[in-house]
DNA sequence: GCCGTTTTCGGCCCGACTGTTTTCAGTCG
């Protein structure tokens, strides 16, 4: 059986075009939606569905995947493409997908426009536009034609979602303009910023208010909105720079628990949930929990709490709200370990200004005890990463006295381990000697160059500095900057069973560009039992605040402060050290 | 196309807003 070494992301985006091109050639919502839904479920797998295959796993017990999408997977893998999407490409203009993305056109929109007009793609769709054709189709009018053209521009910036730090920033903002109204009772802001996805696609604001009018004047004030999409009487859309959008929702006191639990989403959480409210005699919608058979009556509504009480479910984190695993029979004792940002005791990854940090030693132990560490790992680069002055054998040893003398100072209050990130090099050895790295106390290693190299490569120089004698951890082990630049093309299988193997950490890496392993990576490192660690990569004392994020990025794998091992108290720490270390 | 402690057939989450309509389809989240 010939195997084609398609990535998990290319056949969702397979799955993608297919439901796109079957909504526009008009097929069964629920067909379309089941093409949908199995794309998610593969872009959320931890290993590749093309090794799935290869090992005999059957891909229809995945939840989603049924014996069509499983076999049709399979074709994939085997042949490296899908007949009935070949076949449907031919039927369907591929161009039309893109309209789609406009906001307000859909699937009936763009084939109307299409069959009435011989629209083809966003080109032609701007030139029926300027004609005035677009008006006249029955169904469109003045006033479609004109948001269709200025959307149109909008579509190639709409496409940028904000890093989690800008929304963090933003959401400030926000707030700090909402103090001013006296009209607000309660505030949040829910969707994928509430579940802290790495990038946020848009904001949504919900507030009570006896006032909704008075709240959305106040919103409108909003410095930087560009454009107010939508307004009515309980619903407000604006349109921020960069195409950015905001949505308000203004909700009764008694409905915020089932209003914001409806808006936090993910959307596939809350289909899960109102399915299974419907199983329980329930309806479950943004006012309410409500009797089935009584829509009059009300359950629940007050708090999200309530609101999961009534359907027998625990009060779900939303970093957990993405019909993952959330609704499986251990979810219970899985949230309630949830690991939390007070559980960090150390932070194990950070630079100062002897290479490309912009803080000295001493202000990095400063910060670090300001915000509430017992211990860090000092660990700058090494020589071959010479733009950012990496340090040699003689310099990283000069170094280390310099830590030898200032824990002395410290007195035990507060520990700084003497470490390296050691960079693994193209050719596959590390960057140090072996003679040097048995002196420090704490080695990451990480890849800098070469990160174009093919998989096998890639993959065998991470497995052979976990197997590094010295080695006690894999920093940024994808090399991803998000919406920057791609990972490297690595097996993860191979690193986590690596990590597995020689009991090695691997880094959850908390600086927002990077995010890496991300969510769906490290649950899966967690469940084969590799233990994982959150570090800043402080560059700077201002840095150790991004810890949140990292801590994000665990608590939505599920992964409890046991699975992390910077969680460990010094004493604690210490002792694993003594395990695994090689001093000789 | 998926799914199943009443089901292998017949369901599939639910409501707000807009633009185009005279009661609703399409889109969105």
């Known amino acids: 059986m010939n195997i084609h070494k398609i990535t998990n992301e290319a056949l969702a985006a397979i799955f993608e075009e297919m439901a796109d091109l079957l909504e526009l050639s008009g097929e069964n919502t629920f067909r379309v939606r089941a093409y949908r839904n199995g794309a998610m479920a593969i872009a959320s797998l931890a290993s590749p569905v093309a090794d799935m295959i290869a090992s005999g796993v059957d891909l229809s017990d995945i939840e989603g995947i049924g014996s069509t999408l499983a076999e049709k997977s399979k074709v994939i893998v085997e042949t490296g493409h899908l007949p009935q999407l070949e076949k449907l490409r031919q039927e369907v203009p591929r161009g039309l997908r893109d309209l789609m993305r406009i906001p307000g056109l859909g699937a009936k929109k763009a084939m109307k426009l299409h069959q009435e007009l011989g629209v083809l793609d966003l080109a032609s769709l701007r030139d029926a536009c300027q004609r005035g054709a677009v008006a006249a189709i029955k169904g469109f009018g003045e006033k479609t034609q004109q948001s269709i053209l200025q959307n149109m521009d909008i579509v190639e910036k709409a496409s940028k979602r904000l890093a989690i730090d800008v929304a963090d920033a933003l959401v400030t903002r926000l707030r700090a303009h909402f103090q001013e109204c006296p009209a607000i009772n309660q505030i949040e802001f829910a969707g994928s910023y509430r579940r802290c996805k790495e990038t946020v696609g848009d904001l949504d604001i919900l507030v009570t208010s006896d006032s909704p009018t008075a709240v959305m004047d106040r919103f409108a004030e909003f410095p930087a909105i560009q454009e107010i999409l939508a307004r009515g009487e309980t619903k407000m859309s604006v349109r921020i720079s960069d195409a950015f959008q905001i949505d308000m929702r203004v909700v009764e006191p008694d409905a915020w628990g089932a209003a914001l639990q409806y808006f936090t989403g993910s959307k596939e959480h809350n289909v899960h949930v109102r399915s299974l409210a419907k199983s329980k005699g329930l309806k479950v919608n943004e006012y309410g929990v409500f009797d089935a058979n009584d829509e009059s009556r009300l359950v629940a509504g007050k708090t999200e709490q309530e609101v999961y009480q009534v359907l027998g479910l625990p009060w779900i984190p939303p970093e957990l709200r993405e019909n993952r695993r959330e609704f499986a029979s251990d979810a219970a004792s899985r949230i309630a370990h949830l690991i939390r940002w007070e559980d960090i005791q150390g932070d194990l990854h950070m630079h100062t200004t002897a290479t490309d940090g912009e803080n000295t030693l001493e202000e990095m132990v400063q910060a670090a005890k300001d915000s509430g560490l017992q211990y860090i790992a000092i660990t700058d ?138 969510d769906i990576m490290a649950a899966n490192a967690a469940d084969a039992g590799v233990l994982l660690v959150i570090n800043t990569d402080a560059h700077s004392v201002s840095h150790f605040a991004l810890m949140k994020y990292g801590v994000q990025v665990a608590r939505r794998a599920g992964l409890s402060k046991d699975q992390v091992l910077n969680t460990r108290s010094l004493s604690a720490f210490r002792e694993w050290l003594a395990q695994h270390t090689v001093r000789s």
């Open 381 to 518: 680069h090494s020589k071959r990463v010479s733009v950012a002055r990496g340090l040699d054998e003689a310099k990283l040893i000069e170094q280390w006295r310099a830590i030898d003398a200032l824990n002395q100072k410290l007195a035990g209050a507060f520990h700084v381990f003497k470490g390296i990130e050691c960079d693994i090099l193209e050719e596959g050895p590390l960057d140090l000697s072996d003679d040097c790295l048995r002196q420090a106390d704490w080695v990451t290693a990480s890849i800098h160059f070469g990160q174009k190299q093919s998989r096998d490569q890639i993959t065998d120089r991470i497995v052979r500095a976990i197997a590094h004698p010295c080695v006690h951890s894999i920093s940024h082990p994808t090399g991803r900057l998000i919406s920057r630049r791609n990972p490297y093309d690595v097996d993860m299988t191979a690193v986590v069973q690596a990590a597995k193997e020689y009991k090695k950490c691997l880094e959850i890496n908390a600086n927002p560009e990077r995010l890496d392993l991300n």
